[in-house]
């Protein structure tokens, strides 16, 4: 063996066999010397207490840090001066391991370089006037003048470690705090003249992390996982954490942070790449998160922020500012969802600079935002919800699609878009109530063409239809709007009043106020309004089923008054000219409060409603007729309902006033035996052509007249309908055949008992006469006492009245 290996390797057993009689002695000291080395480390730990450190007992554990030398002390408790008061141990330690400096015990000293604690509880208490039991960690008072101070080194530990240890930091004072059940921290420091430095590896689960008590915890039961770089600066008297990788309820976080000791202050910078939206918002504090989560983001995104508190305790909430970055996304929102999404989004609690930081002063703001919203492609600069106690929604809204994109889109069966195009311009503003619009505030036009539009409920087919939506705050109105249905055009205008701020809060108070004209108008087309609402497929999603829900509440709730101009109104039979009305929908009825319409040579004037009810429909019309031909005018309404006497059996004109109430069915049509009311007519140059029962009388008793067509130049009546009854008050009847008088009921079924008072004389007869001759011999000669009754064939058959007056 060469010399130089022989000397190199005695001279490292030297060292060993140096080192580990060190070790044997420093050993053999702490067991020999138990009470006075536990002394030792206390009134080391104590130096700079404002209280006490105590301890039950030492043992020594040798081989745990060897080459040096550990001991572990028992039942360790640390409490502040006012301990007495709060009753809060700052540190109470089933055991703490602490690895003493070999040489420093041969010449006398204690010097610690590692510390654990295990299975120990850890509470940083201020109370409400601001005092804290960390206050023993304050430097004592200068010595007195006459006393030497120490010259022994500040404790500096070089590693320390947290096995199981509860850590609480309750501060009362500014409503905060923190509670981490601590499974291991592992701190390796060092020590140089600017304070210290570290590496501290951590794994704990946070069971509080409030900055505002009242308000809640962030990272409520989440776990945190990673390796710190922390170092302190005595210049500042401020602890810096380098931004580092660490694991928040498994997904990684680069989180910084910088904290003031002397304010008690701090600021905290996080960053997270593809995390999902929902995630995040569980880390906040519950006023925020319930909050943020009314929308939800499908894909995960990209997020920075920042939390500050500037140690005032001014605001009791930290300062929050959040950004995130949303690409090709899917975004719900409580009206619905926006698919195809791109934006850049931010949150704060502080939006004006220098005011309070809480929810009235919080903001949600997206910017350049793009997506489409139910097929409809959507583009806003920015779009600001504000104010989180009470939100308020802002933001400009631009759009330009082809109708057909709405198909299957609304979550409603109520209109199907065959055709046609929208392009909308819209700034709103509008109140959030538990984050649905209400009051809005809209100005803006939406301009519609060439649309082509079934709405479902009430089979209305509008085709080559356009109309210009404007919003001017809360009112809307329309302009140059054109509908046509079938062969109808209605060119229409608006003007509701009120509108946005009715809209979702009392559709029932929406009135509006619509003038249309039509050059021609047929209303047979218009049947669908009588009849009940076709039931419609339920939406899928809860936030359709509530725009739906919504949407047809404020169709059918609000109320309508329609001024309408027609040149030529068609149905069926009937055709009438300069037709002029006023009519009003509320609810299940329709009230005609003014129709004037040129019809069959006269003119008609009337006014009623129309109750539309599950089975049929009630009507009401009060109606005066004016000098309109009496045929044309039974034929134009299908003789009223009845067969008896029609449009073949009448001539001359008529007049009348019409009170009637009835059942009209859901396709129009009059059903028999349902009117009630009262009819006053007058007839004038008329005629009375085949009328059966008068042609039976004629067989009867005046073969040698006719009356099949008995002319009567003035007839005035007065008619009482009950449903399938008419009761014909008495009334004097001059004819060209035949005088007489006539009173009864007729019946459209059975009932009939109509008495007929003829006399004789041929009319002709006294054609020479003047007026009061005729009356005084109207009734002279033989007079016919008759009745018509029904028989048994359902006909009817005339007989002697033996019961006249």
Same mark, same amino acid.
């Given at each position: 063996?060469?010399?130089?290996?022989?000397?190199?390797?005695?001279?490292? /057993?030297?060292?060993?066999?140096?080192?580990?009689?060190? =070790?044997?002695?420093?050993?053999?000291?702490?067991?020999?010397?138990?009470?006075?080395?536990?002394?030792?480390?206390?009134?080391?730990?104590?130096?700079?207490?404002?209280?006490?450190?105590?301890?039950? *007992?030492?043992?020594?554990?040798?081989?745990?840090?060897?080459?040096?030398?550990? +001991? %572990?002390?028992?039942?360790?408790?640390?409490?502040?001066?006012? =301990?007495?008061?709060?009753?809060?141990?700052?540190?109470?330690?089933?055991?703490?391991?602490?690895?003493?400096?070999?040489?420093?015990?041969?010449?006398?000293?204690? @010097?610690? @370089?590692?510390?654990?604690?295990?299975? #120990?509880?850890?509470?940083?208490?201020?109370?409400?006037?601001?005092?804290?039991?960390?206050?023993?960690?304050?430097?004592?008072?200068?010595?007195?003048?006459?006393?030497?101070?120490?010259? /022994?080194?500040?404790?500096?530990?070089?590693?320390?470690?947290?096995?199981?240890?509860?850590?609480?930091?309750?501060?009362?004072?500014?409503?905060?705090?923190? @509670?981490?059940?601590?499974?291991?921290?592992?701190?390796?420091?060092?020590?140089?003249?600017?304070? =210290?430095?570290?590496?501290?590896?951590?794994?704990?689960?946070?069971?509080?992390?409030?900055?505002?008590?009242?308000? *809640?915890?962030?990272?409520?039961?989440?776990?945190?996982?990673?390796?710190?770089?922390?170092?302190? /600066?005595?210049?500042?008297?401020?602890?810096?954490?380098?931004?580092?990788?660490?694991?928040?309820?498994?997904?990684?976080?680069?989180?910084? #942070?910088?904290?003031?000791?002397?304010?008690?202050?701090?600021?905290?910078?996080?960053?997270?790449?593809?995390?999902?939206?929902?995630?995040?918002?569980?880390?906040?504090? !519950?006023?925020?998160?319930?909050?943020?989560?009314?929308?939800?983001?499908?894909?995960?995104?990209?997020?920075?922020?920042?939390?500050?508190?500037?140690?005032?305790?001014?605001?009791?909430?930290?300062?929050?500012?959040?950004?995130?970055?949303?690409?090709?996304?899917?975004?719900?929102? !409580?009206?619905?969802?926006?698919?195809? #999404?791109?934006?850049?989004?931010?949150?704060?609690?502080?939006?004006?600079?220098?005011?309070?930081?809480?929810?009235?002063?919080?903001?949600?703001?997206?910017?350049?935002?793009?997506?489409?919203?139910?097929?409809?492609?959507?583009?806003?600069?920015?779009?600001?919800?504000?104010?989180?106690?009470? &939100?308020?929604?802002?933001?400009?809204?631009?759009?330009?699609?082809?109708?057909?994109?709405? @198909?299957?889109?609304?979550?409603?069966?109520?209109?199907?878009?065959?055709?046609?195009? $929208?392009?909308?311009?819209?700034?709103?503003?509008?109140?959030?109530?538990?984050?649905?619009?209400?009051?809005?505030?809209?100005? *803006?036009?939406?301009?519609?063409?060439?649309?082509?539009?079934?709405?479902?409920?009430?089979?209305?087919?509008?085709?080559? %239809?356009?109309?210009?939506?404007?919003?001017?705050?809360?009112?809307?109105?329309?302009?140059?709007?054109?509908?046509?249905?079938?062969?109808?055009?209605?060119?229409?205008?608006?003007?509701?009043?009120?509108?946005?701020?009715?809209?979702?809060?009392?559709?029932?108070?929406?009135?509006?106020?619509?003038?249309?004209?039509?050059?021609?108008?047929?209303?047979?087309?218009?049947?669908?309004?009588?009849?009940?609402?076709?039931?419609?497929?339920? &939406?899928?999603?809860?936030?359709?089923?509530? $725009?739906?829900?919504?949407?047809?509440?404020?169709?059918?709730?609000?109320?309508?008054?329609?001024?309408?101009?027609?040149?030529?109104?068609?149905?069926?039979?009937?055709?009438?000219?300069?037709?002029?009305?006023?009519?009003?929908?509320?609810?299940?009825?329709?009230?005609?409060?003014?129709?004037?319409? $040129?019809?069959?040579?006269?003119?008609?004037?009337?006014?009623?409603?129309?109750?539309?009810?599950?089975?049929?429909?009630?009507?009401?019309?009060?109606?005066?007729?004016?000098?309109?031909?009496?045929?044309?005018?039974?034929?134009?309404?299908?003789?009223?309902?009845?067969?008896?006497?029609?449009?073949?059996?009448?001539?001359?004109?008529?007049?009348?006033?019409?009170?009637?109430?009835?059942?009209?069915?859901? /396709?129009?049509?009059?059903?028999?035996?349902?009117?009630? *009311?009262? +009819?006053?007519?007058?007839?004038?140059?008329?005629?009375?052509?085949?009328?059966?029962?008068?042609?039976?009388?004629?067989?009867?008793?005046? #073969?040698?007249?006719?009356?099949?067509?008995?002319?009567?130049?003035?007839?005035?009546?007065?008619?009482?309908?009950?449903?399938?009854?008419?009761?014909?008050? &008495?009334?004097?009847?001059?004819?060209?055949?035949?005088?007489?008088?006539?009173?009864?009921?007729?019946?459209?079924?059975?009932?009939?008992?109509?008495?007929?008072?003829?006399?004789?004389?041929?009319?002709?007869?006294?054609?020479?006469?003047?007026?009061?001759?005729?009356?005084?011999?109207?009734?002279?000669?033989?007079?016919?006492?008759?009745? $018509?009754?029904?028989?048994?064939?359902?006909?009817?058959?005339?007989? =002697?009245?033996?019961?006249?007056?």
């Amino acid at each position: 063996m060469k010399r130089w290996l022989k000397i190199s390797l005695g001279i490292l /057993s030297g060292l060993i066999i140096l080192v580990i009689i060190t =070790w044997l002695a420093a050993a053999f000291y702490i067991s020999r010397n138990k009470k006075e080395v536990l002394s030792t480390i206390l009134a080391q730990l104590n130096k700079n207490l404002n209280g006490q450190i105590t301890a039950t *007992g030492m043992e020594p554990t040798l081989l745990k840090s060897f080459p040096g030398v550990s +001991v %572990s002390l028992n039942g360790v408790l640390l409490r502040d001066s006012l =301990w007495i008061q709060h009753k809060h141990n700052l540190l109470k330690a089933q055991d703490i391991d602490v690895s003493l400096n070999v040489l420093s015990l041969i010449v006398g000293n204690v @010097n610690i @370089n590692q510390i654990a604690i295990n299975d #120990a509880s850890i509470y940083l208490y201020t109370d409400s006037t601001g005092y804290s039991n960390t206050s023993i960690f304050k430097k004592k008072k200068a010595v007195e003048d006459n006393e030497s101070p120490s010259k /022994s080194p500040d404790l500096a530990v070089k590693k320390i470690d947290f096995n199981r240890v509860s850590l609480i930091i309750d501060n009362q004072k500014r409503h905060k705090l923190f @509670n981490f059940n601590i499974n291991q921290i592992q701190g390796r420091m060092q020590y140089p003249d600017s304070g =210290w430095t570290g590496k501290i590896k951590l794994k704990t689960q946070v069971n509080s992390f409030a900055f505002n008590t009242r308000k *809640g915890s962030f990272l409520k039961d989440k776990s945190l996982e990673g390796t710190l770089s922390a170092h302190y /600066s005595r210049d500042m008297d401020a602890v810096i954490l380098d931004p580092e990788v660490l694991k928040i309820g498994g997904h990684p976080f680069k989180i910084g #942070a910088k904290i003031e000791l002397d304010k008690s202050a701090f600021a905290i910078s996080i960053a997270v790449d593809d995390i999902l939206f929902k995630d995040v918002a569980m880390l906040l504090s !519950p006023n925020i998160s319930s909050k943020l989560l009314k929308f939800g983001i499908e894909k995960p995104i990209d997020i920075r922020g920042n939390i500050v508190d500037d140690g005032s305790g001014k605001f009791g909430d930290p300062l929050i500012k959040v950004g995130i970055t949303v690409r090709d996304n899917v975004i719900s929102i !409580p009206a619905g969802q926006l698919t195809s #999404a791109n934006f850049d989004g931010s949150f704060t609690n502080q939006d004006t600079v220098g005011g309070i930081i809480g929810d009235e002063n919080s903001a949600i703001k997206f910017h350049r935002l793009t997506a489409k919203y139910y097929n409809a492609p959507l583009k806003i600069d920015t779009f600001t919800v504000t104010n989180l106690s009470r &939100p308020i929604a802002t933001g400009l809204v631009t759009s330009q699609f082809p109708l057909t994109n709405l @198909n299957n889109s609304l979550g409603t069966q109520d209109f199907e878009f065959k055709q046609g195009t $929208a392009d909308l311009r819209l700034y709103c503003k509008a109140d959030i109530d538990n984050f649905r619009f209400t009051k809005p505030v809209v100005s *803006g036009k939406i301009n519609i063409a060439n649309a082509d539009i079934l709405y479902i409920p009430r089979k209305l087919h509008l085709v080559k %239809s356009a109309l210009n939506i404007n919003f001017n705050q809360n009112d809307l109105s329309i302009q140059n709007g054109r509908f046509q249905l079938g062969k109808s055009i209605l060119n229409v205008s608006c003007s509701i009043e009120n509108f946005a701020k009715l809209y979702y809060t009392d559709p029932d108070k929406i009135l509006v106020n619509l003038k249309m004209h039509s050059p021609q108008l047929y209303l047979n087309e218009f049947l669908p309004f009588l009849g009940p609402r076709t039931k419609k497929k339920s &939406p899928s999603s809860n936030s359709m089923k509530a $725009a739906s829900k919504q949407l047809s509440n404020v169709l059918e709730l609000s109320k309508m008054n329609m001024n309408l101009r027609v040149d030529k109104a068609i149905y069926e039979k009937f055709l009438a000219k300069n037709l002029i009305a006023d009519i009003s929908l509320r609810g299940e009825g329709i009230y005609f409060n003014k129709i004037s319409v $040129a019809h069959a040579g006269g003119t008609l004037s009337l006014n009623g409603s129309v109750i539309q009810q599950p089975g049929s429909n009630s009507f009401k019309i009060n109606s005066k007729i004016s000098h309109v031909s009496v045929k044309d005018f039974f034929y134009s309404f299908d003789n009223f309902g009845q067969k008896t006497i029609t449009n073949k059996n009448l001539k001359g004109y008529l007049s009348s006033t019409v009170n009637i109430a009835g059942k009209i069915s859901h /396709s129009a049509k009059i059903l028999p035996r349902s009117i009630n *009311g009262k +009819v006053v007519f007058n007839l004038s140059n008329a005629a009375l052509v085949n009328f059966d029962p008068m042609v039976k009388v004629g067989k009867f008793a005046f #073969a040698n007249r006719n009356l099949s067509n008995v002319e009567i130049k003035n007839l005035d009546g007065t008619l009482n309908i009950r449903g399938d009854k008419v009761d014909i008050s &008495p009334m004097q009847i001059n004819s060209s055949a035949m005088n007489f008088n006539v009173k009864g009921i007729y019946a459209l079924g059975t009932g009939t008992n109509v008495e007929l008072d003829i006399p004789l004389r041929n009319p002709k007869g006294d054609e020479n006469l003047t007026r009061q001759e005729k009356r005084e011999a109207r009734m002279k000669g033989i007079v016919l006492h008759l009745k $018509a009754i029904d028989d048994d064939k359902g006909g009817i058959k005339i007989r =002697w009245n033996k019961d006249h007056d």
